[in-house]
């Protein structure tokens, strides 16, 4: 009876310690280190061979500053322990803090030599460097481990200490390896690249990655090698450099143009067109399946038209016509039909034409989310023509169809943007705060902005007469009615100067003004902000886009030099600092052509 009662009271007793030891650390945590080891020492005295225990001592007593006390609770606990592998380390640990480094040395030494005899324990030995952060030793204890017996591999580990140690070199060298041995991981790795690799190509682990690669390319052509400069210059945005390499692997191995399909989206995606031109071109004169020329084809159309001028529409409206004939105009053929129902709506105003697509197109047998897309671009239309409660209904269809999707979510938006534009701004704003939790971050930005327009602008004017100016100005805006939108926003600049709205109207239309190439009429938009609202938080998109305008319209680096040095000192937060930050260096020519 009395050994059952002891044995029911032994988790108690455990679960007493435990909350003991939590309290201590807690002390701790508070630098009462004392309170802390006193704690402690009780609970040792329970079990001396705890040398988890021991070890947190030693640590309150090296606070302290107590390091001969130190050293005789470590001598103690080494007289008993039966396995006295990690004395060594703590010892020199507790020399070395005393100035002590001949002697820490030799007891390093000792501990990393224990491995040539029993190197299953060589893991401990060097995460007990680790945790006293001695990461070269750590390292050597890795390395010899594997050393002595070749079924342990701890690359893994000495790759990483080598990052934190700020040995780029020697890191990427040992991950490239594990990549070459299973490249199933590849994208584990290219997560912790991330870490040392920015959008900077002056950046010491963009230079150091590239380095290393290069010269193994030129010791032994790998396709992985060309996959990992293919990521470093697109990290870079360099996409030209990225399809250099691209280009390499599908020659090598003409299996298929994934690779060349994604970077092409991608520059697209973020706005280097030429770029995204140059692939696809590539592309459609190399591929011989048809079905990637079509994807090609209907992306290089898709860039022409958002890049065209009104001179340029009959053209592209031949071009989309003959694709059409090319490829047929049924399911197969979705995307195209989708993007030439938006070129009629958007850009050349053939509305009904556009309706009339969308009918045929809704006929054929499509998916869920095909429908949905055709149904949400028919609500655009519809809003086009300020049909807005029709459009409201469809936008409500698709959130009913799909919820809780990403393209419900993006129809939520456009309902909250339909009602903006009526002028119903109360409603738009409880669809929007919905949004800010959105799992597309474009969607929650895009929310967030209009949200800050709408509270921003209501705050003291309760009769909303300036924000329903400027709503009526963003929506002939958006039916790209642009030169009844420049009026519109020109008589809410003289009717409301002053007004909080006002920095916003001027941005607005100065990007109406590059629209219509009115380069000099943008400029003086952009220094007006940059003069009457330095301190809005519209100055740093101000800055930017004038940094743009000057350097790749008006021909004037110098100039655009400087305003990009504005964003990068004056505004570190803004969401333009990083391309900022890339073009100002390239035009400050720190930037050597890319070596392939």
């Known amino acids: 009876m009395k050994y059952f009662l002891l044995l029911c009271l032994l988790p108690f007793a455990y679960l007493g310690q435990a909350q003991n030891l939590q309290l201590a650390d807690n002390y701790a945590d508070q630098g009462e280190y004392d309170k802390a080891y006193a704690i402690y020492a009780k609970a040792y005295a329970t079990n001396e061979r705890n040398f988890n225990i021991l070890f947190r001592m030693v640590g309150f007593q090296q606070q302290l500053e107590n390091y001969e006390r130190a050293d005789s609770l470590l001598n103690a606990g080494e007289r008993v322990a039966y396995n006295k592998l990690l004395f060594p380390v703590e010892k020199g640990y507790n020399a070395s803090l005393q100035g002590k480094d001949s002697l820490a040395s030799n007891y390093y030494k000792t501990a990393i030599q224990q491995i040539d005899s029993i190197p299953r324990y060589g ?139 994604d970077l092409a989206e991608t520059a697209h995606d973020e706005q280097d067109d030429l770029a995204a031109e140059n692939i696809l071109n590539y592309i459609i004169e190399t591929s011989q399946v048809a079905r990637i020329r079509y994807l090609a084809q209907v992306l290089q159309l898709k860039i022409k038209t958002e890049n065209a001028q009104l001179t340029d529409y009959p053209a592209l409206k031949t071009e989309y016509e003959s694709l059409l004939e090319q490829y047929g105009a049924d399911e197969q053929s979705f995307v195209l039909q989708l993007d030439y129902a938006n070129f009629l709506a958007f850009k050349s105003g053939d509305y009904q034409q556009a309706i009339d697509l969308l009918s045929k197109l809704e006929k ?39 919820p809780n999707s990403e393209i419900a979510q993006e129809s939520q938006f456009k309902v909250a943007r339909t009602s903006y534009f009526q002028g119903d701004f109360k409603w738009s704003l409880t669809q929007l705060k919905v949004l800010r939790g959105a799992t597309s971050k474009l969607i929650a930005n895009d929310a967030m902005e209009l949200s800050l327009t709408i509270s921003d602008h209501s705050l003291y004017d309760t009769t909303f007469v300036a924000l329903k100016a400027f709503a009526k100005a963003e929506l002939k805006q958006y039916q790209n009615k642009n030169q009844e939108a420049l009026s519109l926003y020109q008589s809410l600049l003289l009717d409301h100067k002053g007004d909080d709205i006002e920095d916003e109207a001027l941005l607005q239309q100065a990007s109406l003004f590059e629209l219509e190439r009115n380069w000099q009429k943008a400029q003086e938009n952009y220094n007006s902000i940059i003069s009457n609202f330095s301190d809005g938080i519209l100055a740093d998109d101000a800055y930017y886009r004038l940094g743009l305008l000057l350097e790749e319209q008006l021909g004037l680096p110098e100039e655009a030099q400087k305003i990009y040095e504005k964003v990068i000192y004056n505004h570190a937060d803004s969401i333009f600092f990083i391309d900022a930050r890339r073009r100002y260096r390239r035009l400050r020519g720190d930037f050597e052509p890319t070596e392939i």
Do not use: C, H
Not at 365 to 387: C, F, P, R, T
Not at 394 to 402: A, E, F, I
């Open 364 to 402: 054929q047998n499509l998916g869920k989310y095909q429908k949905a897309e055709s149904k949400m671009l028919l609500a655009d239309i519809l809003v086009l023509q300020e049909q807005f409660n029709r459009a409201l209904i469809l936008y409500s269809q698709v959130q009913n169809d799909l």
């Open 123 to 261: 893991y401990n030995i060097a995460q007990s460097f680790e945790r006293r952060s001695l990461l070269k030793e750590a390292i050597e204890s890795y390395e010899r481990t594997m050393a002595v017996d070749s079924t342990m591999d701890y690359n893994f580990q000495t790759a990483r200490l080598y990052g934190e140690q700020g040995e780029l070199a020697f890191m990427f060298e040992k991950y490239l390896d594990l990549m070459e041995k299973n490249e199933q991981i590849v994208p584990r790795i290219q997560a912790v690249f991330s870490q040392y690799v920015t959008d900077d190509a002056a950046n010491s682990g963009n230079q150091e990655l590239r380095k290393t690669l290069l010269l193994r390319l030129r010791k032994e052509p790998k396709l992985l090698y060309n996959q990992i400069l293919s990521w470093l210059f697109v990290q870079q945005k360099d996409f030209n450099a990225a399809f250099v390499q691209e280009k390499a692997i599908y020659n090598r191995t003409k299996e298929n143009m994934f690779g060349l399909q």
